[in-house]
């Protein structure tokens, strides 16, 4: 993607001003006025939808069985989502899915 032979810090100061300007664009110009109900509706979901994003490779492709499928990922992240359902409590879904990573691991060697 990057030509071979581009100094490095040319690639850093590129990538610096792109993530400068799309922060700019939101708080700097639109920062001051309020914002539409809809799009704060739909705003309020970002956060919901980043920790699965996060979580969701390391359960599906974990780097430990290197890249292999794992019962114990799998029902770990199967009880977080249970009890996140349940309970609508994020800390108590987080616990949830490592105490029973931890159990699997230790259960299945």
């Given at each position: 993607?990057?030509?071979?032979?581009?100094?490095i810090?040319l690639?850093?100061?590129?990538?610096?001003?792109?993530?400068?300007?799309?922060?700019?664009?939101?708080?700097?110009?639109?920062?001051?006025?309020?914002?539409?109900?809809?799009?704060?509706?739909h705003?309020?979901?970002?956060?919901?939808?980043?920790?699965?994003?996060?979580?969701?490779?390391?359960?599906?492709?974990?780097?430990?069985?290197?890249?292999?499928?794992?019962?114990?990922?799998?029902?770990?992240?199967?009880?977080?989502?249970?009890?996140?359902?349940?309970?609508?409590?994020?800390?108590?879904?987080i616990?949830?899915?490592?105490?029973?990573?931890?159990?699997?691991?230790f259960?299945?060697?």
């Open positions: 993607m990057i030509p071979e032979g581009t100094p810090w690639v850093i100061v590129i990538l610096g001003l792109g993530t400068f300007l799309i922060r700019f664009s939101f708080l700097g110009l639109i920062g001051d006025r309020q914002l539409p109900e809809w799009f704060l509706r705003l309020r979901y970002t956060s919901v939808a980043v920790l699965p994003g996060l979580v969701a490779p390391l359960v599906v492709w974990p780097a430990a069985t290197d890249g292999q499928l794992d019962p114990a990922r799998l029902t770990a992240a199967g009880m977080a989502v249970l009890v996140g359902v349940v309970t609508k409590n994020v800390i108590a879904s616990f949830a899915g490592g105490l029973t990573l931890y159990a699997m691991l259960l299945l060697g």
